[in-house]
């Protein structure tokens, strides 16, 4: 809510696909929902249901293969959040034994904390590190991961269950508590860590710590992304049970009261969660966690293939794939959308997503904005880190990168303009698809530069291909990666991406164009004739964004239309 915190009458939004967040407070503030392993669900009576088990000798092998893929990178062999990617990452990845699952259902049986537990690995968690896996896991597969999670805490001596903790559905008239939550917001000082507006800038925000002493936020609450859980179910058990491991503490002494009978007023609660659910807009997230399926359909026009605002591109199917920060910061950038095509052998992939600055390299302490396609090049879908390996028996191949740089595509292009009216930027780079290379080989230098610096060109004489005149026509390179540390760019006679790019009105479009076959092994074959698994990463320069600090999405797939796509992939296989 920009400029105040009055408070607008709302209605409850019924809980979306899309898994939610909250990050902690302290005694004082309200809700922190911080990173999380383990999401809200809905509540439900009582049961008598048991909890699944790992009962085959296979099936536990296979389940630790599963973890070792796509879980070991970020939590670690013995899940104590201690993976080669945990120093990568803010917050830092869920130690399993030693903190508690901070969003467990109710707490008290081992089935409810096990759906859970399936809950955010099938979904991962907004606005964090945890992406989502239930498009490329089998629902079987996703359950024996949530099982074996809770034996490696059951084993490594993680803390029992708490009581648990009933929560009714919200009265028909929560709409009109919205006044009276904002009143509590103030009485219990929930603004001192989540903001006035609730936008998680408190002023003790940045002094709060897990119980591992490690730096956690606030919950963004005028993201619309809860940790806990989307339902409003889910945001008054983190009221009313607090956020164990976080400074996040129990506000059922204050806000529920006892009545006869062992029941509870939860008015106040209630009113609470209308407040914070009125923080945010009222549209319901719509992009795909994982899974997403990119067809690339016959092209209307040749043209759109070269230009990222041909009208063409607007009848092309738009998918978008949710975001998730690297390193947690507010965020506006939360998804991003692709089309594609194909015709006469080229594929074409159209990417646009939310950028208030253009961002182009200038200066040392300068980043460019950039997007980048990863391509998993084997059967089976890989560590999201880069494919990378954390044991010897995983031999998947490596992945391969489609990398665009906004500093690499004003280079190649060098057109830029600014709108006449001085109300919005524009720039527009064209693809150069008839260039000779070696023609805009060299940029003019600034007047005045020294003539020992001009004669200066390490990179390009050690044969870095970023600094190969050869290549400069080509905003974007292709690579090949293994894990942390082993991006490798093909040579520059294998590179054979084009790009092409436009800004405008706080948004990038950024177009990509290559062959749709290549017998090379370190290409990606695009007319392979099955699905291949893919994801995502943004850049934001402005906000410091280089290497591995970035936006990602989780793994979606890609193919030509009218592959056949009807077998769901099994056991981790297209």
């Not at 898994?19 to 005694?27: Q, T």
């Not at 917001?185 to 897990?210: I, K, V």
């Not at 709108?419 to 000779?436: Q, W």
């Amino acid at each position: 809510m920009p400029g105040s915190c009055t408070p607008r009458p709302v209605a409850l939004r019924p809980a979306p696909s899309l898994p939610a967040r909250r990050a902690a407070g302290r005694s004082h503030a309200l809700l922190m929902l911080c990173a999380t392993l383990v999401t809200g669900c809905t509540e439900r009576a009582e049961s008598t249901r048991s909890a699944p088990t790992i009962s085959h000798a296979s099936d536990r092998a296979a389940t630790a293969r599963l973890f070792a893929r796509h879980c070991v990178a970020c939590h670690g062999e013995a899940g104590r959040g201690d993976g080669p990617a945990a120093e990568q990452l803010f917050p830092k990845p869920r130690d399993f034994v030693g903190t508690p699952f901070r969003f467990a259902t109710t707490g008290g049986r081992r089935w409810e904390v096990l759906d859970s537990l399936t809950h955010t690995i099938r979904e991962g968690v907004p606005r964090g590190g945890m992406p989502g896996f239930g498009g490329v896991l089998t629902p079987d597969e996703i359950d024996r991961l949530a099982m074996y999670v809770l034996e490696l805490r059951e084993r490594g001596g993680g803390a029992a269950a708490a009581e648990p903790i009933w929560i009714e559905p919200p009265p028909a008239y929560l709409g009109a508590l919205v006044e009276r939550g904002a009143r509590l917001y103030r009485t219990h000082m929930c603004f001192t860590c989540h903001g006035e507006q609730g936008r998680g800038d408190g002023p003790d925000a940045a002094m709060l710590r897990d119980n591992m002493g490690r730096p956690v936020r606030p919950a963004d609450f005028s993201s619309g992304l809860f940790k806990s859980g989307q339902s409003p179910e889910s945001l008054a058990r983190a009221i009313v049970a607090g956020v164990p491991g976080t400074p996040m503490i129990s506000y059922a002494p204050f806000l529920a009261r006892e009545e006869r009978g062992g029941r509870r007023d939860m008015t106040d609660v209630w009113a609470l969660v209308a407040y914070i659910q009125s923080l945010s807009d009222d549209s319901t997230p719509t992009s795909a966690a994982s899974g997403e399926l990119i067809e690339l359909a016959p092209a209307a026009d040749e043209a759109m293939l070269h230009d990222p605002a041909h009208p063409a591109w607007m009848g092309a199917s738009r998918h978008l794939v949710s975001l998730r920060p690297i390193w947690q910061r507010p965020e506006e950038t939360i998804e991003l959308a692709i089309r594609g095509v194909q015709l006469g052998g080229e594929a074409a992939l159209l990417l646009d997503w939310e950028d208030a600055t253009p961002d182009i390299k200038r200066d040392v302490g300068v980043f460019p904005d950039g997007v980048a396609v990863m391509f998993a090049l084997g059967d089976d879908v890989p560590a999201l880190p880069m494919g990378v390996h954390v044991r010897a028996e995983n031999d998947s191949p490596p992945v391969n990168i489609w990398h665009w740089e906004a500093d690499r595509q004003a280079r190649a292009s060098r057109v830029e303009s600014v709108a006449p009216d001085g109300r919005s930027r524009y720039a527009s780079f064209r693809m150069p698809t008839d260039v000779d290379p070696m023609a805009q080989a060299r940029i003019a230098p600034e007047p005045g530069t020294d003539a020992d610096l001009l004669a200066m060109a390490t990179a390009e004489m050690a044969g870095n291909v970023h600094s190969d005149p050869a290549v400069f026509h080509r905003a974007a390179l292709e690579s090949n990666a293994l894990g942390f540390g082993t991006l490798t760019l093909q040579p520059r006679d294998r590179q054979g991406l084009l790009a092409g790019a436009v800004w405008a009105n706080g948004r990038w479009f950024v177009l990509l164009k290559r062959e749709l076959g290549n017998a090379d092994a370190d290409d990606v074959n695009l007319q392979s004739g099955r699905r291949i698994a893919c994801s995502f990463a943004v850049w934001d320069g402005s906000k410091g964004d280089r290497d591995g600090k970035k936006l990602v999405s989780g793994w979606h797939w890609i193919a030509c239309a009218g592959t056949q796509t009807a077998g769901a992939m099994k056991g981790g296989k297209p």
